[in-house]
């Protein structure tokens, strides 16, 4: 959502007796089959070192946490923190540079071997370039911005520091990201929520605004009620931007409507005739109507010139 979509692996950590080529072989084997937007750039980075790509059996994706497989006989899991815990492999005494990844901001996957720790990787997305000016404008309108993710803490708070994000919430899966759009709206707040992947479909349908990225999953796109069609956050700054002139230019509509006829009907029905002895004429009467409809259509026609 605040990057470019277009990650690449840029870091790859052999950890025991596995090769970087072995690591990078079953990385790519088990994110080919994988749909999730990280998988591409894993594979793309595996088939440029020239690792060999196997066979997968067994294959498994987990919603917000990783991939499973059988790749020789061996069973390999790849994903994140709570993967890792949900396989039930520690990650103790990890080499000093994993940390530099997450700092900074990249995001950090573990892949095990037999339930052992084999290696870890770091992809990195650049953030788009129109991100900040965003976030900063939509801060400026009194908006608080909260990022979810499901990367590590450490990564998260080098992107929300980068970015001037108020709060990100890190490692969390779908049903978090639901739970915390809950919250907020329980507490009173009106909440847009903004994704582009499967895991962000449930707090988009449940946020009372759901924007999804156009160039992310069809079931975000699905769920949201808003699409913007290039991904570009300032598409939020200008969607709401429209959104207020509109219900600007509504409510003048509404003024305009109701003082025309709250003057002319009383004048038409003859509340002049006892002053001046005359009444309206049908033909004025009916341009007047007239006119009152090209007002309203006019002053509606001004949002065609709305600079967003």
Do not use: W
Request: proline residues 4%; charged residues 15%.
């Amino acid at each position: 959502t605040l990057t470019q979509g277009q990650p690449s692996l840029t870091d790859v950590v052999p950890i025991g007796s596995v090769t970087r080529e072995q690591l990078l072989s079953l990385i790519g084997s088990l994110e080919r089959d994988s749909a999730h937007p990280l998988a591409d750039a894993i594979v793309a980075g595996a088939e440029a070192s020239k690792a060999p790509l196997l066979p997968v059996a067994d294959f498994e994706s987990v919603t917000g946490m990783g991939v499973l497989g059988t790749i020789d006989g061996f069973k390999v899991s790849l994903g994140n923190t709570a993967m890792m815990t949900q396989q039930k492999i520690k990650l103790e005494d990890l080499p000093d540079n994993v940390q530099n990844l997450k700092a900074e901001g990249k995001t950090v996957m573990y892949c095990a071997v037999d339930g052992v720790l084999a290696g870890v990787i770091g992809v990195s997305d650049a953030i788009k370039q129109t991100t900040p000016a965003a976030i900063e404008q939509l801060r400026e309108q009194g908006m608080r911005i909260i990022m979810a993710t499901g990367d590590s803490q450490a990564t998260a708070e080098a992107i929300a520091q980068q970015l001037g994000i108020d709060e990100s919430r890190a490692g969390v899966l779908p049903e978090d990201k639901l739970a915390i759009v809950n919250e907020l709206r329980q507490s009173g707040r009106v909440v847009a929520m903004a994704g582009d992947g499967v895991n962000d479909a449930p707090a988009l349908a449940s946020a009372d605004v759901g924007i999804a990225m156009g160039t992310g999953a069809d079931v975000a796109v699905e769920s949201a009620g808003i699409t913007l069609l290039g991904g570009d956050l300032t598409g939020i700054v200008r969607a709401r931007k429209l959104a207020r002139t509109t219900m600007r230019n509504i409510k003048q509509n509404l003024f305009f409507a109701f003082a025309y006829n709250a003057i002319g009907v009383p004048i038409a029905a003859g509340i002049l005739y006892p002053i001046t002895g005359s009444l309206l004429s049908p033909m004025i009467a009916a341009a007047a109507m007239s006119l009152s409809s090209v007002s309203v259509i006019g002053n509606a026609l001004r949002l065609r010139s709305l600079q967003l």
